[in-house]
């Protein structure tokens, strides 16, 4: 809640030409940081099926040292390619990719020490350094704004906040475990079950973080503001119907484990997840002003046409959505792959097709929609045709 309001925030204070840059900034480090972050439930599960405090402190180091590793390739891989990658944004200056850097560098590495409290059942260890995070990112980002550093300070902003939450987490890792060196883990295993996790969130992640950045290179500074806007706004109907997915995908997975029924399950999930989508895309129909006014404020608004477009792109986004994990939590880990080839798909039409925003919109819209319809015309071919029970 509190990340939302800071993007509500500064899109407020920073207008849409900087919120565009801010927003373009944001999509790249998320692309970059799903490959480690994705395989954070892996890291839990493993964690917490160690037996003692030595193959625990074994897991832990091991995973620290292959996502040191890989955090500070992907850092040094930043800082080299950040004059390219400005000048693919339209940046007149470096310095706010530059920050992208050691961002990712210290969210990876705290992600290591939080998904191992979490598997230990320290949830505060995990829960706090995140909270703090945010708080330190809303309050440091609108102070140098306000002074004046724009895109920049609020990326410093992020960078003061994710440091804070690693060396707070590294302090709740020493009060709880005592890391002893030993014999290294074996990451095979890890990797072969976090792979179909990270094709379907690297797909996911894609679907509303690459039209972000090719809406950044392909039109003005104005206009990439305004599609940010819209993006973020379309975001709530994703932020408010995952936790739904999120619950179900456990509860499904072990009633199929146990060959307990799960059909209701998946019935009364699909059935609110798409209720509180259709609602706010109704109201996104209905009210558009509204709704950018209220959250963005009047700078926006000129964008208020395209924001129903947005809210069914997200819907179908969201149902897609469900509908993977749900398959996954079945142990269908190929559908995975569903996903990441629209993904490709959008980003090709994008590519192909830009000249509005309402046609980058109905771009990504149809690769959701036809998404959307392959996963119901595959359950429906194994429901019916190959007769695999997946409604027990």
């Given at each position: 809640?509190?990340?939302?309001?800071?993007?509500?925030?500064?899109?407020?204070?920073?207008?849409?030409?900087?919120?565009?840059?801010?927003?373009?900034?944001?999509?790249?480090?998320?692309?970059?940081?799903?490959?480690?972050?994705?395989?954070?439930?892996?890291?839990?599960?493993?964690?917490?099926?160690?037996?003692?405090?030595?193959?625990?402190?074994?897991?832990?180091?091991?995973?620290?040292?292959?996502?040191?590793?890989?955090?500070?390739?992907?850092?040094?891989?930043?800082?080299?390619?950040?004059?390219?990658?400005?000048?693919?944004?339209?940046?007149?200056?470096?310095?706010?990719?530059?920050?992208?850097?050691?961002?990712?560098?210290?969210?990876?590495?705290?992600?290591?020490?939080?998904?191992?409290?979490?598997?230990?059942?320290?949830?505060?260890?995990?829960?706090?350094?995140?909270?703090?995070?945010?708080?330190?990112?809303?309050?440091?980002?609108?102070?140098?704004?306000?002074?004046?550093?724009?895109?920049?300070?609020?990326?410093?902003?992020?960078?003061?906040?994710?440091?804070?939450?690693?060396?707070?987490?590294?302090?709740?890792?020493?009060?709880?475990?005592?890391?002893?060196?030993?014999?290294?883990?074996d990451l095979k295993p890890f990797f072969k079950y976090a792979f179909p996790v990270l094709v379907q969130a690297l797909a996911f992640t894609s679907f509303f973080t690459a039209d972000v950045i090719l809406v950044k290179h392909y039109f003005s500074g104005f206009e990439a503001g305004l599609y940010a806007?819209?993006?973020?706004?379309?975001?709530?109907?994703?932020?408010?119907?995952?936790?739904?997915?999120?619950?179900?995908?456990?509860?499904?997975?072990?009633?199929?484990?146990?060959?307990?029924?799960?059909?209701?399950?998946?019935?009364?999930?699909?059935?609110?997840?798409?209720?509180?989508?259709?609602?706010?895309?109704?109201?996104?129909?209905?009210?558009?002003?509204?709704?950018?006014?209220?959250?963005?404020?009047?700078?926006?608004?000129?964008?208020?046409?395209?924001?129903?477009?947005?809210?069914?792109?997200?819907?179908?986004?969201?149902?897609?959505?469900?509908?993977?994990?749900?398959?996954?939590?079945?142990?269908?880990?190929?559908?995975?792959?569903?996903?990441?080839?629209?993904?490709?798909?959008?980003?090709?039409?994008?590519?192909?097709?830009?000249?509005?925003?309402?046609?980058?919109?109905?771009?990504?819209?149809?690769?959701?929609?036809?998404?959307?319809?392959?996963?119901?015309?595959?359950?429906?071919?194994?429901?019916?045709?190959?007769?695999?029970?997946?409604?027990?």
């Open positions: 809640m509190v990340n939302y309001l800071y993007h509500l925030v500064m899109g407020r204070l920073m207008g849409p030409v900087e919120y565009g840059v801010l927003a373009s900034l944001y999509s790249i480090l998320y692309i970059i940081s799903i490959i480690p972050m994705s395989t954070s439930f892996a890291m839990v599960k493993f964690v917490s099926s160690t037996k003692n405090e030595e193959e625990l402190s074994s897991v832990y180091l091991t995973l620290k040292k292959f996502v040191s590793k890989l955090a500070l390739a992907g850092m040094l891989i930043v800082l080299l390619l950040s004059p390219l990658i400005s000048n693919f944004l339209n940046l007149t200056d470096t310095i706010s990719v530059v920050t992208v850097g050691p961002i990712l560098f210290f969210s990876l590495i705290c992600l290591v020490n939080q998904a191992t409290l979490q598997g230990i059942l320290k949830f505060a260890g995990s829960a706090v350094p995140s909270f703090v995070s945010s708080i330190l990112k809303l309050v440091f980002g609108v102070l140098l704004v306000i002074f004046g550093w724009r895109s920049f300070g609020a990326m410093v902003g992020v960078l003061i906040a994710i440091t804070s939450a690693y060396y707070l987490s590294s302090w709740y890792l020493k009060r709880n475990i005592k890391i002893k060196s030993g014999q290294e883990f806007a819209l993006s973020m706004l379309g975001k709530i109907i994703y932020f408010a119907t995952s936790p739904i997915t999120a619950t179900m995908f456990p509860i499904v997975s072990g009633r199929k484990s146990r060959n307990e029924g799960f059909k209701k399950v998946f019935l009364v999930s699909i059935t609110v997840t798409f209720s509180v989508s259709f609602f706010i895309v109704t109201f996104y129909k209905f009210f558009p002003s509204l709704a950018i006014g209220l959250l963005y404020g009047k700078a926006y608004l000129v964008a208020s046409g395209e924001l129903f477009l947005m809210g069914v792109f997200m819907l179908f986004y969201t149902l897609s959505y469900f509908l993977v994990n749900f398959l996954l939590s079945l142990g269908e880990v190929k559908t995975a792959y569903l996903p990441l080839f629209f993904a490709i798909v959008q980003i090709t039409g994008i590519v192909l097709f830009h000249e509005t925003l309402g046609q980058v919109i109905g771009v990504s819209l149809t690769s959701a929609s036809v998404l959307f319809g392959t996963l119901i015309l595959f359950l429906g071919y194994n429901q019916l045709w190959r007769k695999r029970n997946f409604f027990q």
